[in-house]
């Protein structure tokens, strides 16, 4: 690093007081369409219709495709309820909602419901995945013995094909898949929506494949429906039955058996709280395309949970459908379809592999998605700074994280992979969390009588009160069934209450304990920090002038990037900013309010760092918090907000240096009109520097360059023919000529653009627009060569 004065700087007014932290409310996004909006809930969502029909028909008989029908239409109702909660100003889901209108007694059992469902969905979906791609193993072993293909250690001494134990070798893939997504989370490897957007398309291909040849399978063979959703058509297994097995209760009264049957098919509708938590990334205008979003994955979702468990009973035989295909259904309707073996073979391949996809996608979403939520009550003082610590190499909350990934993997292993007790368990968490959701947004619409973006229908007006009576009856529903539930679920409502009494003791006495902690951070931070918090981050705010620099700061131990940058600024000059985004996560708010914000233990240590560092190298720095959902989008905001000339950030522990810069640049291009362009520096561990322009930039010429030019242009001005010519025609042919020599020899353009590029070079200060020979880098941005060797820079400019 470069060296700095050690004479001691005479004591001012200004270094007495306290230094100023401004504290920035709006959380800095990146925004989506709808279309990926809904990919990203569908990929979640989607994932139960590889399970929900099997799980529906042990428990309560050949007509539980109705109801899975049912449930799916009943969701346009539960989605409508999220539409409205996510147009008021709440926003983080469930919890947020909750604690708003119920208080935080409420919000803490509503959230520990809505853990449940997240702990279970990674589990469930992993072990779905397994037994299809185990159901696909033994079923090829079979056919392969049939046809004398196999011998030896493939089959047994009478000749029949060895098989895999399915539920033990789909718990084994659920915890290689589980381990996978826990590894990357660690790391901080987000899913992209991009990569949500591709699954759905393969998906949407497998959904009209199994639709369409299903249905003409169906015409075809002359199959039935299952029988229709009446009392008398119900039989339900022993689990189904819960603690009223031997009452005989539901035998007597009719509906009640029918709302068991509805309870039993409720986990088809899962993944309702995934479209609060992408909400607050959706482009504007928000709203409408919300609306949309929840219409596409409303009619996706019916389409292939609702039709496709119809045709899964009208196609496999009784005999096989529920002892042979229960946990894969899908697949087995490939094997039952109208045509040649090999093509019902392919296409169950096909179904495998887009299963994997999408139930792999929803044990990574059910990681995030309870991180995110972990989070949100760490953000709000209930669980200790201990979780929010970031881990040393990677900056993630690894031990939230490590949480998470430790109870789906108990989760796994208790239940050894048995997809039933899974399920049974799993519909716990999701019918609660719903019914506390509907219950919080009845309670706002008296609480809040104020004008809503949108509300759920059905709503009678007399005189000046207003009857949501759709709100209401949606209410109703969800607490009839999360009551029956507790009666007909016994594993659920036993491992659900335990699990969610437990999760409320650890909020309540953490949040306690935080509260004591915080308290003393709080009168800490004041005593040493000027506390200023603003809704948008500005030059007013932070009182600094156009062409600042960024300095982006994540670990106290180790502000490498600070000291380079203080090394490289003239602060007399260039005002200096050192950046600390606080991520929110997934599902977090919008907005955070003042009184919300938090500082941990961390947070602290790293801003006193910052000024420590600033106070050795004699210079003043600004402080700012940004809240951010993504770093990259936080980094690009900021520096346009704040009109500055450079960002500085240290050598990420994941990223090259050349992906920081693409995806900052990227983010960069998401930016709204107008936008500045500035120069990203990457500082290495041992001090290096490398520098990207962010943005187009024009190449800069060196007056020897333009000298040439222009006595290119005088001596070719004095042919005749050359009368009309000027100096941007002199530069286009040249540039013309270096594509072709190029295409015809591209060794000898790259030598002659290394001599070029080793020419030295001046820089006179950060995100100045001097700089050697410039290459292409990729969209967004361009790539310098390193920046000024720190270990040769022994000067400070003061």
Not at 312 to 333: Q, S, T
Not at 600 to 616: C, D, G, P, R, Y
Request: aromatic residues 10%; proline residues 4%; hydrophobic residues 45%.
């Amino acid at each position: 690093m470069a060296s700095k004065s050690t004479i001691p700087l005479p004591a001012t007014p200004a270094a007495q007081t306290r230094v100023r932290l401004v504290i920035a409310s709006s959380v800095m996004l990146t925004f989506i369409s709808f279309w990926r909006a809904a990919a990203i809930v569908l990929n979640d969502l989607g994932s139960s219709a590889f399970y929900a029909g099997g799980i529906a028909e042990e428990a309560v008989g050949k007509s539980a495709p109705w109801f899975i029908l049912g449930v799916m239409l009943f969701s346009f109702a539960v989605r409508a309820v999220y539409v409205e909660s996510c147009s008021m100003f709440t926003r983080g889901g469930v919890y947020r909602i909750v604690k708003e209108a119920l208080g935080g007694t409420f919000a803490k059992l509503s959230v520990s419901a809505l853990m449940f469902d997240y702990i279970l969905t990674g589990p469930i979906s992993g072990v779905s995945a397994g037994q299809y791609i185990i159901g696909l193993f033994n079923e090829l072993l079979r056919l392969g013995s049939s046809q004398h293909w196999l011998h030896g250690a493939f089959t047994h001494a009478s000749g029949a094909a060895r098989q895999f134990p399915v539920d033990g070798a789909s718990a084994v893939i659920a915890v290689i898949v589980t381990v996978y997504f826990w590894w990357q989370n660690i790391k901080g490897i987000e899913e992209s929506s991009d990569k949500a957007l591709k699954v759905m398309k393969i998906t949407t291909v497998m959904v009209v494949l199994l639709l369409g040849w299903g249905i003409f399978s169906a015409i075809h063979l002359g199959a039935h429906l299952p029988p229709w959703p009446t009392p008398a058509n119900l039989h339900f297994s022993k689990d189904a039955q819960g603690f009223l097995f031997h009452t005989g209760f539901m035998r007597t009264v009719g509906l009640f058996g029918v709302l068991m049957a509805f309870g039993h098919s409720v986990l088809a509708m899962s993944g309702e709280e995934s479209l609060a938590q992408v909400n607050r990334e959706i482009r504007h205008p928000k709203l409408k395309n919300l609306k949309r979003a929840a219409i596409v994955i409303a009619i996706y979702s019916t389409i292939f949970t609702g039709l496709g468990s119809l045709l899964a009973v009208m196609l496999i035989p009784d005999a096989v459908r529920v002892p042979v295909y229960r946990d894969n259904l899908i697949a087995g309707m490939a094997m039952y379809m109208v045509g040649p073996m090999a093509m019902r073979i392919a296409f169950r391949v096909f179904v495998v592999i887009v299963g994997f996809l999408i139930l792999g996608g929803a044990v990574n979403t059910a990681i995030v998605g309870s991180t995110g939520v972990l989070m949100r009550v760490a953000e709000d003082g209930v669980l200790t700074d201990w979780f929010r610590k970031p881990q040393h190499k990677f900056g993630t909350s690894y031990r939230i994280v490590n949480l998470v990934a430790g109870l789906q993997l108990f989760t796994i292993i208790v239940t050894r992979g048995d997809v039933i007790m899974l399920g049974e368990a799993y519909a716990f968490g999701v019918i609660w969390s719903f019914t506390f959701n509907c219950l919080a947004m009845l309670v706002l619409r008296w609480k809040y009588k104020g004008e809503r973006g949108w509300k759920v229908p059905l709503n009678l007006k007399i005189g000046k009160t207003e009857l949501p009576l759709g709100l209401i009856s949606v209410f109703l529903v969800l607490l009839t069934t999360a009551i029956v539930n507790l009666f007909t679920k016994s594993v659920a409502t036993v491992s659900g209450v335990l699990f969610a009494a437990t999760f409320f003791v650890i909020f309540s006495l953490s949040e306690r304990d935080n509260k004591r902690r915080h308290d003393m951070t709080k009168r800490q931070m004041k005593e040493h920090f000027q506390l200023e918090h603003q809704d948008t981050v500005g030059r007013e705010a932070l009182d600094i002038r156009p062409g600042s620099v960024i300095v982006t700061m994540r670990d106290s131990t180790a502000p490498i990037a600070l000291k380079w940058a203080l090394t490289h600024t003239n602060t007399v000059e260039q005002d200096l900013v050192v950046l600390a985004a606080r991520m929110t996560g997934a599902g977090g708010p919008d907005y955070l309010e003042a009184t919300e914000q938090l500082f941990s233990e961390h947070e602290q240590m790293l801003f006193t760092k910052a000024v420590s560092v600033a106070e050795s190298f004699g210079k003043h720095i600004s402080l700012l918090v940004v809240p951010a959902g993504d770093i990259f989008a936080a980094l690009a905001q900021t520096a346009n907000s704040l009109d500055c000339a450079a960002v500085v950030s240290g050598q990420s522990t994941k990223l090259t240096a050349h992906e920081q810069a693409y995806h900052v640049g990227q983010a960069w291009e998401a930016l709204p009109e107008p936008k500045r362009q500035f120069t990203f520096y990457v500082v290495k561990p041992d001090g290096e520097a490398l520098s990207y322009h962010i943005g187009p930039h024009a190449p800069t010429i060196n007056p020897d360059e333009v000298q040439l030019v222009h006595r290119l242009w005088l001596n070719l001005r004095r042919m005749p023919q050359m009368h009309d010519l000027h100096h941007s025609d002199i530069i286009t042919y040249a540039l013309t000529n270096m594509a072709k020599e190029f295409a015809d020899n591209q060794q000898h353009t790259l030598n002659g653009l290394k001599e070029c590029m080793q020419k030295p070079a001046s820089k006179p200060h950060l995100g100045s627009s001097r700089y050697d020979s410039v290459e292409d880098a990729g969209p967004g941005y361009s790539l310098s060569k390193p920046a000024v060797d720190p270990t040769k820079e022994t000067k400070v400019l003061t």
